[in-house]
């Protein structure tokens, strides 16, 4: 089992307080090297895109900064967004955050270690976000993996979504959303699960007014507006040596924008 650790740098101090999170234990260890004070590190303007629903207690966050470059800042703790007086990340907000580059194994190209957030500094108007998707959208899901990359944004046609039930008690949520869709190339991209704290959140909401046909109203919703995909790869195969694009895909933010 990995447990993370988490990188202070004092505004004020050259030095660095490295707290390491273990079974039942914290060791705080400081570290000698002469370090550049926070005030003096450059911050990363990252656009929010994507808030999965936490997993063993931390979140996936990714977006895309001020040079038009998909991040993703690792070991963002659930317990540190619910503690933070102001929002960290939210989607379409502009959160500056301060980054380091990630060490942990099997690194993806966006992966970066998470530092600090100053949170949420501007959240996108209706129209800045329908900018901000058409002028980031990528051709198709071929086109963002075989990149290089392990997250990208595609506006499919949506086939079907539907919800499944978590059978195995390993699972964390009793709950699954899957997508079914076709992208721009034309190729159907079968039962991708959807990761996407938000979308949870309207599914329910519409479940609870419509049981039984919330499924047909949503992908009828999906299908009205223009509909775009963030999505993204697992950090790893989980032993799997055949997967075509070398780990799981996967819909980390699910973003609609009212049709004109």
């Known amino acids: 089992m990995e447990y993370g650790s988490r990188t202070l740098l004092f505004p004020d101090h050259e030095q660095v307080v490295r707290i390491e999170s273990m079974p039942e234990t914290t060791r705080i260890t400081r570290l000698a090297a002469a370090l550049a004070p926070l005030r003096d590190v450059p911050t990363a303007k990252l ?15 990714a977006g895309i900064d001020e040079h038009s470059a998909w991040l993703r800042p690792q070991y963002v703790y659930e317990s540190e967004l619910l503690a933070a007086e102001h929002p960290l990340f939210k989607l379409f907000g502009v959160s500056a955050v301060y980054l380091d580059t990630w060490r942990g194994r099997r690194a993806r190209k966006e992966d970066r270690f998470f530092v600090y ?9 209706a129209e ?8 980031h959208v990528d051709v198709s899901v071929d086109a963002v993996f075989t990149s ?7 506006k499919p046609r949506i086939l079907l979504v539907y919800e499944e039930r978590g059978r195995r ?14 992208d721009s190339s034309g190729r159907v991209q079968r ?6 704290a938000d979308f ?5 909401a519409l479940k609870a007014q419509h049981r039984w046909t919330c499924g047909w109203r949503m992908r009828r919703y999906l299908k009205k507006n223009e509909t775009y995909l963030a999505i993204g790869l697992t950090y790893t195969d989980y032993g799997r040596s055949k997967l075509e694009y070398g780990a799981y895909p996967l819909i ?4 609609v924008v009212p049709g004109l």
Request: hydrophobic fraction near 35%; include cysteine; proline fraction near 3%.
């Open 117 to 125: 957030s100053r949170g949420v500094e501007h959240q996108l108007s």
């Open 169 to 182: 008690a390993a699972k964390e949520h009793a709950q699954y959303i899957r997508f079914t869709f076709k």
């Open 148 to 154: 290089g990359r392990s997250l990208g944004l595609i």
């Open 252 to 255: 980390v933010g699910v973003h």
């Open 191 to 196: 039962r991708w699960p959807c990761r996407c």
């Open 47 to 61: 656009t929010v895109l994507a808030v999965a629903r936490p997993e063993r207690g931390k979140v996936c966050v």
């Open 200 to 204: 949870y959140e309207r599914w329910n």
């Open 128 to 135: 800045e976000q329908r900018a901000f998707l058409e002028q």
